[in-house]
T-cell receptor, first 109, second 118 residues
Framework: KNEVEQSPQNLTAQEGEFITINCSYSVGISALHWLQQHPGGGIVSLFMLSSGKKKHGRLIATINIQEKHSSLHITASHPRDSAVYICAVSPYNNNDMRFGAGTRLTVKP | GAGVSQSPRYKVAKRGQDVALRCDPISGHVSLFWYQQALGQGPEFLTYFQNEAQLDKSGLPSDRFFAERPEGSVSTLKIQRTQQEDSAVYLC????????????????FGSGTQLSVL
């Protein structure tokens, strides 16, 4: 079983819809990252969080450490939000990051 | 440059050929990571450098994979005798801090090198 599970795998939305992407993990972590990957491979770090909630523009990320769960929300979605969103965790006892398989989001105009 | 730069952007190799992939991290960044991303999958850790020291190479899939960062800045990932299963995007990321602090630090990713082994 993958240590980081994301859902859904694929998500299609209409422009303007509110979007939620979920991430569950099974290891103890020091931080969780939400990443955005556009076609062509470029990855951008959206959020790094270890507790609570962070907001940047139309993006909101929350984490519940006790439940080992995080969500990424996009309000008023736009076609330019179309990308793969990846959840990654920094485990306590390892140097590496563990990545989810990603959620492919397509926002239609 | 302002970001993490990787070259080449695309590499096609014949099976058995050696390849070298380059990563230029953001200037001054202490930590450097290499990841391998197969098609449709999330990245998987290969190796981690703190300055010139390779502190973790547990993710390297075989002894055909070798990484170095001799002066603590530019890093090279070398794959010897490439096989078809090596085909993937190889991502490099850097972070400002070292030690355990790095794992709570924002990572900056390069655009990756897409390796195709025929």
């Amino acid at each position: 079983k993958n240590e980081v599970e994301q859902s859904p795998q694929n998500l299609t939305a209409q422009e303007g819809e509110f979007i939620t992407i979920n991430c569950s993990y099974s290891v103890g972590i020091s931080a969780l990252h939400w990443l955005q990957q556009h076609p062509g491979g470029g990855i951008v770090s959206l959020f790094m969080l270890s507790s609570g909630k962070k907001k940047h523009g139309r993006l909101i990320a929350t984490i519940n450490i006790q439940e080992k769960h995080s969500s990424l929300h996009i309000t008023a979605s736009h076609p330019r939000d179309s990308a793969v969103y990846i959840c990654a965790v920094s485990p306590y006892n390892n140097n590496d990051m563990r990545f989810g398989a990603g959620t492919r989001l397509t926002v239609k105009p | 440059g302002a970001g993490v730069s990787q070259s080449p952007r695309y590499k096609v190799a014949k099976r058995g050929q050696d390849v070298a992939l380059r990563c230029d991290p953001i200037s001054g960044h202490v930590s450097l990571f290499w990841y391998q991303q197969a098609l449709g999958q999330g990245p998987e850790f290969l190796t981690y450098f703190q300055n010139e020291a390779q502190l973790d190479k547990s993710g390297l899939p075989s002894d055909r994979f070798f990484a170095e960062r001799p002066e603590g800045s530019v890093s090279t990932l070398k794959i010897q005798r490439t096989q078809q299963e090596d085909s993937a995007v190889y991502l490099c990321a850097s972070s400002l801090k070292g030690d355990r602090e790095v794992f709570d630090e924002k990572l900056f990713f390069g655009s990756g090198t897409q390796l195709s082994v025929l």
